[in-house]
């Protein structure tokens, strides 16, 4: 990775994620038993994955990486982090090859940095840690062939952090670790600066400054808000009105730029125009996650005995975990780790890591609160109650060919 500019005072801290799952066709209990196939839409009227995938590709990877590109060319200052996990890299293997090529032609410019994760986007740490640890094994694998780089800093799923994951990460040789800079963690702190974690001896922690993310990835168009229209101009000078903080952490999903808030609202523009008004000012740059860990000291000590994420207004796992069904399934699909494993078989085995996506639990939420609205939105099925009998009619297919096999569940 290439160096900061030296002396630099204040950073921005642009990190974007991408994901896709392979969701779950509608699978009925009369394909149990007579067809494995749990992620082929086609068999029904829902899109299919391949067809999500290269929609996707179409209004987010490519325009948002064409223009990435051009910044990055012309801005030797400009930086980007970014995690990609590996159902997502499968499927543009599959389905988009020329996406594919564009995210490798942004890492190909030495200013991004690639993330490391669970390569199925699953919630395996507080489940399995020899699962967790394969999936993470298996994305950093994954990344080393497609990118060239070997991840230095790591993000758990939905950003779900505590204790014992900095403590995991820290022994595992990571140099920095990323969280949701939530309120009650921080106390009277800010997200504004790099801080290291409770026992931990090495490690350093990012914290999302939700804030001034979520303006960009949720507030950007929304006419109603008080803010809008949001400018590059505007962002930055609430950025250069903070003269003690050194990183501002601006996390978000990939699919922000095109997807989730479309062309037409002037997303793209935001992007084009933000590197020259932050760079403007003398002193401002732009780092990666490493870098920004290299350059400032920890702040102070954060500790986080209980598991937060970036989800939801609890920002806890009670998006994933919170009802009946959801601890259900996935209590269901963990018992079957050592039958699974231990009779190698590939498919089987890759079958039952794609459903320990978080997505699909994320499906089964029936939190209709506060926060219903966006949980609707990612869903494709129509209840939560369609995810989890879709969820549990392959399980039980798993458990057919367990079985078959001879192993007794």
Known sequence: MTTPAAGAKKAIVLYLHVHQPYR???????????????????????????????????????????????????NPQFKVSMSITGTVLEQLEKWSPAALQSFKDIVATGQVEIVAETYHHSLAFFYSRAE?????????????????QTPQVFRNTELAYNNDLAYWADKAGYKGILAEGWD??????????????????????????????????????????????????????????????????LFMDYETFGEHQWDESGIFKFLEYLPQEWLRTPGNTFMTVSEAID???ARDEINVP???????????????????????????????QGRIIATNDLALIEDWRR????????????KWFNDGDIHAYFSPYATPYEAFINFMNSYHDLTFRLREQGVTV
């Open 355 to 366: 459903l320990q996506t978080s997505d699909h639990f994320y499906y089964m939420c029936t």
């Open 306 to 336: 209980d598991t937060i994420t970036w989800a939801d207004t609890e920002r806890d796992l009670s998006a994933w975990l919170g009802n009946a069904m959801q601890q259900e399934s996935i209590h269901a699909l963990y018992s079957l």
């Open 295 to 297: 350059s400032f000291d």
């Open 132 to 148: 967790f640890e394969m999936q993470v094994r298996m994305h950093r694998e994954k990344v080393q062939q497609l990118f060239g």
């Open 24 to 74: 779950i066709r509608h699978y009925t209990i009369f394909d149990a038993g007579q067809n494995h196939d749990y992620f082929d839409a086609a068999y029904d009227s829902r899109e299919s994955n391949e067809r999500i995938l290269q929609k996707v590709a179409e209004s987010s990877y490519l325009p948002t990486n064409a223009r990435l590109l051009e910044l990055l060319n012309k």
């Open 184 to 249: 009650k963690v921080l106390d009277w702190r800010s997200p504004n600066f790099v801080y290291r974690p409770t026992y931990t001896n090495n490690i350093r922690l990012l914290m999302k400054n939700y804030r001034l993310s979520d303006d960009i990835a949720f507030r950007f168009g929304n006419q109603d808000w008080e803010q809008w229209p949001l400018t590059a101009d505007k962002f930055t000078s609430w950025l250069n009105a903070e003269p003690e903080a050194t990183n501002f952490n």
